[in-house]
């Protein structure tokens, strides 16, 4: 079946550093893949998301690029803020009812 | 717009009993998710609807657990009776469809269960 994998956590990074959480994936066909983000407190929220090989997803300066080739969809930001302390999930959807299944998550704390 | 709604927020009670969540999903969805999330883990998908037919629910243990979404739209989750391995955050989300496709799954703030 569908399956995705996330580098575990949790990641500590300094303010201002760079970061990549790793997201690979397994799916028959053409899925979709999705990164949502969960603030402390929180409901589940869609950070980016991309449909097709090659797509770039991006948005509040999270990027991540679909890999056909590499079946991969890591996710990337330049410089990360305190702000960005929060669990990252790495999803696919697939199938004909298009069932959405998610990584284990990856924990990300930003120190001052 | 209005989220997705759920009720309760939290809830504890003690093995054997039983219990129900409630999700309201955004206005219009076609689709609708139930998750279970259990601490440190990701969310699993336990059943999903598509206005109100049941189209996955491999991985609702069904001896325990119902679900409903009648006249396709609010949604009740069940647990009966309740074990401790049944503490986890229940989410539920909603998706509308555009054509064949859905789009992206809106979520809920969920239900926190604990099971003692």
């Known amino acids: 079946g569908d399956s995705v994998t996330q580098m575990e956590g949790p990641v500590t990074l300094s303010e201002e550093a760079c970061l990549t959480i790793n997201c690979t994936y397994t799916a028959t066909g053409y899925p979709s893949l999705f990164w949502y983000v969960q603030y402390p407190g929180e409901g589940l929220q869609l950070l980016l998301k991309a449909t097709k090989a090659d797509d770039k997803g991006s948005n509040k300066g999270f990027e991540a690029t679909y890999r056909k080739e590499t079946t991969s969809f890591h996710l990337e930001k330049g410089s990360v803020q305190v702000s960005d302390s929060a669990v990252y999930f790495c999803?696919?959807?697939?199938?004909?009812?298009?069932?959405?299944?998610f990584g284990t998550g990856t924990k990300l704390q930003v120190i001052p | 717009e209005a989220g997705v709604a759920q009720s309760p927020r939290y809830k504890i009670i003690e093995k054997r009993q039983s219990v129900a969540f409630w999700c309201n999903p955004i206005s219009g969805h076609a689709t609708l998710y139930w998750y279970q999330q259990i601490l440190g883990q990701g969310p699993k998908l336990l059943i999903q609807f598509q206005n109100n037919g049941v189209v996955d629910d491999s991985q609702l243990p069904k001896d325990r657990f119902s679900a409903e979404r009648l006249k396709g739209v609010d949604s009740t989750l069940k647990i009966q009776p309740a074990k401790l391995e049944d503490s986890a955050v229940y989410l539920c989300?909603?998706?509308?469809?555009?054509?064949?496709?859905?789009?992206?799954?809106?979520f809920g703030q969920g239900t926190r269960l604990t099971v003692v």
């Open positions: 989300a909603s998706s509308s469809l555009k054509g064949a496709t859905n789009t992206e799954a809106f």
């Open positions: 999803a696919l959807r697939s199938g004909g009812y298009q069932k959405v299944t």
